[in-house]
């Protein structure tokens, strides 16, 4: 559960997920981020609470993580959840574990042993880790949300990663630091935004047109 946080929390500030489009559930609740709760692994009443609570439908994805692929809590959360019209998405490194055979869309990790017997933070924990990096990465290509290899949608909330959309900006359309960095600023610190006024447009045609492009930046510049 924590891996699937640690993938999750990133979707905002990396690609301007909205975070109501996103929920976490986990065994124990947000306390079991920072201290193990293993005992609230079996808790299945907890479970079908936690879903009830956000009364998922079509359509809402669920996305199950649990190294066995038996995990009472994960698999009643999937159960409820495809009971209630959700898209269930399954990852486990146990093929043919029963979670696996009870999602729609299983993704088997066949890790094998771990290094360190019953261990599952290593191996099997790393695997997940880079499967759901991957899936999370691979939706927000296909919605536009990265352009030639840049994460144009980032939100620029340092000074790290304003410098960071100032190099996007200058990168992506051949302009100087400085006018990148002035384009930047008419944009709000959207990337995508300042792309199109430095092809041209005003601010409020570039925000018109990333929006008719479901903000994607590639249809709204038509290259």
């Known amino acids: 559960g924590r891996i699937a946080v640690q993938d999750g929390v990133e979707l905002w500030p990396t690609f301007s997920w909205p975070p109501e489009r996103l929920a976490f559930l986990l065994a124990g609740g947000e306390g079991a981020l920072l201290r193990a709760a293993e005992g609230a692994e079996d808790d299945v009443e907890a479970a079908r609470r936690q879903i009830a609570a956000l009364a998922p439908e079509p359509p809402d994805v669920h996305i199950a993580v649990a190294a066995s692929g038996s995990t009472p809590f994960v698999r009643e959360a999937q159960a409820e959840a495809r009971r209630r019209g959700a898209l269930t998405i399954a990852f486990a490194c146990n093929p043919g574990s ?4 009870e999602a729609e ?19 099997a924990g790393t695997a997940q880790k880079i499967a759901l990096n991957l899936l999370s990465t691979r939706i927000m290509i296909a919605l536009g949300r990265v352009y030639q290899g840049r994460m144009v949608a980032l939100v620029p909330a340092n000074a790290k990663l304003r410098e960071r959309a100032r190099r996007m900006v200058a990168e992506l359309t051949g302009a100087p630091p400085e006018a990148a960095g002035k384009a930047l600023e008419r944009a709000g610190g959207d990337v995508r935004r300042a792309v199109l006024i430095l092809d041209g447009l005003s601010p409020e045609e570039a925000a018109q047109r990333l929006a008719a492009a479901e903000g994607d930046l590639r249809r709204a510049r038509g290259r």
């Open 105 to 123: 869309l299983p993704v088997p990790l066949a890790t094998g042993p771990e290094f360190l017997a019953g261990s599952t933070r290593m191996t």
């Open 98 to 101: 029963p979670l696996l055979e």
